[in-house]
């Protein structure tokens, strides 16, 4: 459905609806355990807990699963907070449509049910309802990661997903260097810079209905990635090499970033994405939305009801692991460290074929919400150019105008790459491709 605007947005199949689509502040990492992939069942030893914890199979893959050797912890990070003001035309009154905040959670529970009922007009009532203008200076949360010695090649813009936060950029599980891009990153050479995004963990909370939007989180990373190039952000310095990357909603972002703004970032990575969209029990559905205060009042008390999160560990499995190819330890801490997010984020899609530049798609094997737990099942039928397809081949469509485009399905993993014993396979996959570019 095409929308009369300047920026012709247009409605296309990876939509994260207003009800419904990873993870997470960092603790100080403990003792790394053995890293084996080799015995029948691999036993770790964590000293910081004195428990083991299984595999109840060894991870198999067809591709032969190899690691580099594990780099040195070559990271050296800050936090900080940043004043980031921002424009767009193209929210949308939601307000119109559902009335502002659920009043408690049997409401919401009934908006998820009315959303996706047999014959709903929801959907359509919100792209069709009347566009807003959003302005203002919000307080952002970043961590910047670069390497402790020399000059970084560029940096990651990194775009956490929803139920998600900075921390996803940056696990201190098990095994901190086999989870943490930030530290693999920085031992390739790159820095890089990730945020809690509006609304979410440490930064600025405002209306979660009609504030909290992708068009104006668009317009938001936009203007990072100018601070960038003009090296007016919080002394970071000036960057002139920038790879745009995303996990699940931030790879949606990303994509809506490229039409917006086609040369702000150098190249773009997505993970956990392709251009579909599971419905039903393997959905976002999976998540079973609760208010944050509701479900974990400890860490959300005083937060309003438009600000939510996924029910349970039961949940985040569905939607985030692929048993048993994950630790303990890491499935606790995604758990722990969940980040909550905002009704009003979803995703209206612009047109993208401005975008010219390479770009990397990278899904795990196993991804539920965006493969339904299986990427090799496709229509895409084998051509000379795709002799085999996967889903994440559907996201070619998105980008007509780009010819440097790449694909990887990360084997034994599902939608939370990087809390999986496969994150380092992944980032290697990505930085091979953006080696390969020249950056």
């Known amino acids: 459905m095409h929308i009369n605007s300047p ?3 247009t409605r296309d199949t990876n939509l994260f609806t207003p009800f419904l689509h990873s993870p997470h502040t960092h603790s100080p990492p403990s003792n790394r355990p053995i890293n084996t992939l080799q015995h029948a069942q691999a036993i770790l030893v ?9 595999w109840a199979k060894p991870i198999t893959t067809k591709d032969a699963l190899s690691y580099p050797s594990e780099p040195d912890a070559q ?6 907070y940043a004043d980031i003001y921002a424009k767009t035309n193209f929210n949308i009154d939601l307000k119109s449509v559902l009335g502002g905040p659920p009043a408690n959670q049997q409401e919401l529970t009934e908006r998820q049910i009315q959303a996706v009922a047999a014959g709903s007009t929801v959907q359509e009532q919100i792209f069709t309802a009347p566009r807003i203008s959003v302005n203002g200076t919000y307080s952002l949360w970043f961590e910047y990661c670069e390497p402790k010695e020399g000059a970084p090649r560029g940096v990651y813009q990194a775009h956490h997903g929803i139920v998600g936060n900075a921390g996803y950029w940056n696990v201190h599980s098990d095994d901190y260097l086999t989870y943490s891009f930030a ?6 050479g790159w820095a890089t810079l990730s945020y809690d995004r509006l609304g979410v963990g440490r930064s600025a909370k405002p209306d979660g209905t009609n504030v909290v939007q992708a068009a104006f989180e668009i317009a938001q ?10 090296g007016t952000l919080s002394g970071v310095g000036k960057i002139d090499k920038i790879v745009g990357i995303g996990h699940s909603y931030g790879s949606a972002l990303v994509t809506g970033l490229a039409s917006v703004s086609p040369t702000s970032f150098d190249a773009i990575v997505l993970t956990g994405f392709t251009n579909n969209v599971t419905l039903g029990s393997l959905g976002l559905t999976a998540l079973q939305l609760t208010i944050a205060s509701v479900a974990y009042p400890d860490r959300f008390e005083g937060l309003p009801n438009d600000y939510v999160i996924s029910a349970s560990s039961a949940a985040d499995q569905v939607v985030f692991f692929h048993y048993p190819n994950y630790t303990q330890d890491a499935f606790e801490e995604f758990t722990r460290t969940k980040g909550e997010f905002i009704l009003g984020q979803f995703t209206i899609t612009n047109d993208r074929t401005n975008y010219k ?3 990397f798609v990278d899904v795990g094997e196993y991804d539920a919400p965006v493969c339904t737990a299986n990427c090799s099942i496709t229509s895409i039928v084998p051509t000379e150019q795709i002799p085999n397809p996967s889903q994440l081949d559907s996201t070619r469509e998105l980008f007509p105008s780009v010819e440097n485009f790449q694909t990887y399905v990360i084997p034994d993993t599902a939608h939370g790459i990087n809390y999986s014993p496969t994150a380092r396979l992944a980032y290697e996959k990505i930085f091979d ?6 950056l």
């Open 7 to 9: 920026l012709d947005e």
């Open 46 to 54: 964590v000293p910081r807990s004195h428990r083991l914890i299984t």
């Open 75 to 80: 990271a050296s990070c800050r936090t900080f």
């Open 183 to 188: 530290e693999n990153a920085a031992a390739a």
């Open 221 to 230: 990373s936009v203007a990072i990635a100018q601070k960038h190039r003009d």
């Open 357 to 359: 530049n390479p770009l």
């Open 433 to 438: 491709f953006v080696e390969g570019l020249g």
